[in-house]
């Protein structure tokens, strides 16, 4: 009786996703910023930047991951929380759009994990990929950076979140919101046992997570041209009724403001990381000194020597 | 004449004949008081009806009745020798956060709460009780005082959320609000939340991440209002009753959801008709929870505090 769903449709679907993937307009994007069509297979090694204008496109998770950290990094696995609290629909069921999103990014959720070292210096990252839902946080977000918080705490080393995010997931209602709190006592974990944690926004880093743990970081490093704010550019232009100025929300103004230390391009990021870590390590510093004094000196050492990056340590902040 | 809601018109207009009645007889010129007995028992007994089945989208009008009871009313009814504290010692005094410290049931205590304001001027005063960074800053402020004095801290919440504005943007509204909460989770005194009336999102939160979290029973707190997540959602704000229901705001909801410790109930017809009621209600639950969290010491209040998220919705 279901013929011509069960039969027809799949067959008219394959037909058409697999033109769609063949298709010419797959392989190349634009340039949101200067229209440049970009090769999509040459953006993993140009790290998402326009080649033409230097524009930061939005950056997958996997890929993040690979780009800080040395080699031999491992994953922390994807923590299991209890899907759907809310048996969320709207006008598609929220656990099809989650079932769609991990067919599409071969992850179970927005945030993804890693621990290894960042120019030689120990630390565990966790990156938000706005491909997922937005990189909305839900409780599979919030859970994963506590997992983050509780394997920096074990490792006795730095947590490093890289954020890009349009907020608290709407489909999980009242439980998104309290990843708010969850998340700002991961971070005030950390606070506690003296480990740096470094927020490095990039775009957007809006809503309830920018009201969250993003906002506490020791140090705030955006990436260029990343919207950072609270209140969505939308909801202000209708409350305040008139267009906002240029700029507005962006990592350019926000430094002048007083929200962010510093800019930092993506291809230094690497780099800097290892170098502030360094320089808030004195938890693990003290401990060395007690060991050995002379040890901590060849750390020190060979920090500067080993991070290949070809960045200037004392360089002044690029911004 | 206060506001009315569409679902209860027919009961303001048995209302109104009463009061008109009343009127009538006090001039002494017929006995009406039979009338306005049965017509009280009809009152009564209609208001019970429709708001025992009030629809997720209802109990938003009713969360949001310009006659609710305002944190400054709780704040006047209950507590004593009320001592208004202003000003984030940065920037300004935000109105639509209002605090101070107090006795409630002689002991010294801390409390805040959002203020929407009574009539326009108010209104204008307290921003409709929608914070800017400053409010934030001094709702953190005072909540560090509490930790530093060991005051339990009350708070009432009732606000759209965060005021939207290109000034409150620029003073780093996200910040101040982060900054709120982590107040919230470190302060090592007891620490009640009431969502009296509207709990909206991020400006809720700001002072609720609390050891106890009572709503009164036609009180809403969502992550995003229900017309905000209609437009979003299903690109069409007229969605915004099927996105109430959805998004499980009621405080029936979220007490299911483990989210309450206490669901108070109002007085029929809902706090707005019998503000007296409601300030008993609230003031007793209150002094429950306190009790209750008085006799756990700082350390163990702060780690009971922490596991309740901690431990939110994981498998
Ligand atoms: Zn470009």
Sequence with gaps: ?319 | MSQQLDFESHINALEARIRELRLSASEGEIDVADEIEKLSIKVETQLKQVYQKLTPWQKVEVSRHESRPHAQDYIDHLIQEYQPLAGDRAFAEDAAIVGGMGYFFGKPCMVIGHEKGRDTRGRIKHNFGMPRPEGFRKARRLIDLAGKFHLPVISFVDTAGAYPGLDAEARGQAEAIARSIQACIRVPSPFVAVITGEGGSGGAIAIAAADRLLMLEHAVYSVISPEGCASILWRDSSHRETAAKSLQITAQSLNELGITDEVISEPTGGAHRDHPATFRRVSNALKRHLNDLGAIPAEQLIEQRWQRYLKLNTA
């Design chain 1, 1 to 319: 009786m279901n013929w011509l769903e069960n039969f027809v449709r799949p067959k008219l679907q394959a037909l058409v996703s697999r033109d769609h993937s063949d298709s010419a307009e797959n392989k190349w994007r634009s340039c949101p910023n200067c229209a440049q069509m970009l090769f999509l297979n040459d953006l993993p090694k140009n790290l998402y930047l326009c080649q033409q204008c230097g524009h930061h496109l939005r950056m997958p998770a996997p890929a993040r991951l690979e780009s800080i950290f040395d080699s031999g990094f491992t994953n922390l696995p994807e923590v299991a929380v209890v899907e759907d609290p809310l048996k969320f629909r709207d006008k598609k069921r929220y656990l099809d759009r989650l079932k769609d999103s991990r067919a599409k990014m071969k992850c179970q959720d927005a945030v993804q994990s890693a621990f290894g070292t960042i120019a030689g210096e120990k630390a565990v990252a966790a990156v938000f990929d706005f491909r997922f839902m937005g990189g909305s946080m839900g409780s599979a977000a919030g859970s994963a950076l506590v997992q983050a918080a509780n394997k920096a705490l074990s490792e006795q080393c730095g947590l490093i979140v890289f954020t890009s995010s349009g907020g608290a997931r709407m489909q999980e209602g009242i439980i998104s919101l309290m990843q708010l709190p969850r998340s700002i006592i991961a971070t005030e974990m950390l606070q506690q046992a003296g480990l740096p944690y470094i927020v490095v926004l990039c775009d957007p880093t809006t809503g309830g997570v920018s009201a969250s743990f993003a906002m506490l970081g020791d140090i705030h490093i955006a990436e260029p041209g990343a919207t950072i704010g609270f209140a969505g550019r939308r909801v202000i232009e209708q409350t305040v009724r008139e267009t906002l100025p240029e700029g507005f929300q962006q990592a350019e103004d926000l430094i002048d403001k007083g929200v962010i230390d510093m800019i930092v391009p993506r291809e230094d990021i690497a780099a800097r990381l290892g170098l502030l870590l360094h320089l808030m390590g004195g938890k693990a510093r003290l401990l060395t000194e007690n060991d050995d004094s002379s040890d901590h000196d060849d750390a020190a050492h060979n920090h500067s020597e080993d991070d290949g990056s070809g960045v200037e340590k004392s360089a002044p902040v690029v911004s």
